[in-house]
């Protein structure tokens, strides 16, 4: 089936790029069946090895090619963190924290495969909005830019946005009003590197083995200090077992989980 039969019944307009990036029915049973294949079943038992697997597979899938283009235009992050964050938005179990959004490609990719899980899942998404430094994708409004891209790809619905400071008080309020403890899966984090921070403080919401994805745990250039810092943080939390590492990814994100009963 093509993609304009897959959507002729529905719609009377053309396939946007998020429609053609939906396998069709015959793809959808090709992909549970690799996934079978190569031990991708069970997501209670996923691990580094595991995400390395998912990159392999999801290589030439419709989704990878939809989240380049969205990386190209919104993302700060490598195209295989994107289909990452995609695949344990719409695997790992629990709704999904994010501090650092920017304008959006972390955001949509989370969302497309929290659409895609087909369950409900809320993305709470935390933003200052306070002026970039240079980066190849200027906004000069960050939280109109994240609003209107996420109203572009069709998620805005699955996505509130708390407007702040992740560590002032209103703003903590404002995600515990959307979030309950011990609810959230996939925990993302791509602001200023004060890890510590952000754990103590949301630390409470997320679930045992919570997954969390931090960006930069390496860089070059303006955001070398950022990385220094995430960097120590993390490896002082994986030293004292409160954080696990799963692996590196892209062009320095960290990956890994969050042992809440170490903590
Ligand atoms: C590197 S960008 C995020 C890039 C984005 N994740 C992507 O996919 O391209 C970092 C973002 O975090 C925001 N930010 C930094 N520190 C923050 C803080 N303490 N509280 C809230 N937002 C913060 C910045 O305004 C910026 O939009």
């Not at 429609?19 to 793809?27: G, L």
Request: net charge neutral; aromatic share 8%; hydrophobic share 40%.
């Amino acid at each position: 089936m093509s993609i304009f039969e897959k959507f002729a019944g529905c719609a009377k307009r053309r396939p946007t790029e998020a429609d053609c990036s939906v396998p069709t029915v015959e793809q959808q049973v090709e992909f549970t069946r690799e996934e079978e294949l190569y031990g991708l079943g069970n997501d209670s038992a996923l691990d580094g090895l595991g995400l390395m697997k998912v990159l392999m597979l999801y290589r030439p899938r419709p989704i990878t090619k939809y989240l380049g283009s969205i990386g190209r235009r919104y993302s700060m992050l490598h195209p295989d963190v994107l289909v990452l964050l995609y695949y344990l938005a719409r695997h790992a179990q629990g709704h999904i924290l994010e501090i650092g959004p920017y304008i959006g490609g972390s955001t949509i990719a989370a969302a497309k495969g929290t659409r895609d899980a087909g369950v409900l899942k809320r993305i709470v998404t935390i933003e200052h909005g306070l002026p970039m430094a240079k980066s190849r994708l200027g906004s000069s409004d960050t939280i109109e830019d994240l609003k209107q891209n996420l109203t572009r790809q069709g998620v805005a619905d699955l996505v509130r946005i708390v407007v702040g400071e992740a560590s002032a008080k209103t703003t903590v309020e404002s995600v515990r009003q959307h979030l309950g403890p011990q609810s959230v899966g996939l925990c993302i984090m791509d602001a200023d590197g004060a890890i510590k921070d952000a754990l103590q403080t949301y630390g409470k919401l997320l679930i045992d083995n919570c997954w969390v994805v931090v960006d930069d745990y390496f860089a070059v250039g303006v955001a070398v200090n950022k990385a220094l810092r995430s960097k120590a943080e993390i490896d002082s939390l994986v030293s004292s077992g409160m954080l696990t590492t799963a692996g590196f990814f892209g062009w320095g994100t960290w990956i890994g989980q969050w042992q809440r009963n170490a903590n």
